[in-house]
């Protein structure tokens, strides 16, 4: 069974996986994000933008963004 987690993620509470909050494929595009990151192309993927910022959350690297020239 499935049940609301942080940030509007779902933890799933079956065994192997139980309790894990699944992250953002690294290959999702960020025009597909629900909120797009203004400093990096629509067709970046996030994989690039965690590489660029050096970050791994998607708020982390809206965040390290907006600091990047």
Known sequence: MK???LDG???DKNQPK???IRAKRSDTINENLSKPIPQFSPKATLG???RETGEQGIES???A???RR
């Open 3 to 5: 049940e609301p987690g």
């Open 9 to 11: 993620r779902w933890r």
């Open 18 to 20: 139980g309790g894990e």
């Open 48 to 50: 690039t933008m965690r």
């Open 61 to 63: 690297v809206r965040k």
């Open 65 to 67: 963004a907006k600091h």
